[in-house]
């Protein structure tokens, strides 16, 4: 009975040790690959784009000869960006326009960039490839995919809906959604003035 009691010692001391030893690895609390881990809202917009970017891509598999077109996210209602709309998260759709193309690219996926114009446009103060204007775009390749979706704005924040599309078809072959939170790009404040605008929100704190 004695041998085994300490048996029993020496175990839970070294399972103690091997577990302290663990926690004090200097390992960061918040994981990229960890969807349960609690992450702060501001200035993790790259993160969420990466988890919702994680169960879209899930089941796809790049291409050599295929190409996609990753387009703007815009509000469900209205299909169109509205600037005069007055929320924290105004400016998610155009960034996750720019987010989900980076995650493509890293992913093995060939991208089109379909905002390339023909020239280098030299302004006054920069100098840019990239416009708006139809006139000034070079004419795209062929295109077998888009990747799109849709905002459904919330008191505190936003709900995010992505797709993958068949150009040929209209398909949808894989979707994702996501929460994002509102404090995403600005800290959470009573009052504030944003690009000219008085906002107002309810401080948690």
Known sequence: MRQYSLRTTILT????????????????????????????????????????????????????????????????DSLTYDETFQHPLQLLGHQLEEGILTEATKRGFTAQEFKLTNDIIVGEKSDRVLSRDIDQLSAMERVDFFITGTLVYQQEGAMVNARIINARTRDVVAAATRFFPAELFWLDEQVTTRNGRLYRTENKG
């Open 13 to 76: 001391t070294l399972l103690g040790a091997s577990l302290l030893g663990g926690c004090s690895s200097g390992t960061p609390v918040m994981e990229m690959t960890n969807d349960q881990v609690p992450v702060p809202a501001l200035g993790n917009v790259e993160y969420h784009t990466y988890v919702l970017a994680n169960e879209l891509f899930a089941n796809v598999r790049p291409a050599r000869q295929t190409r996609y077109a990753v387009t703007g996210f815009v509000p469900v």
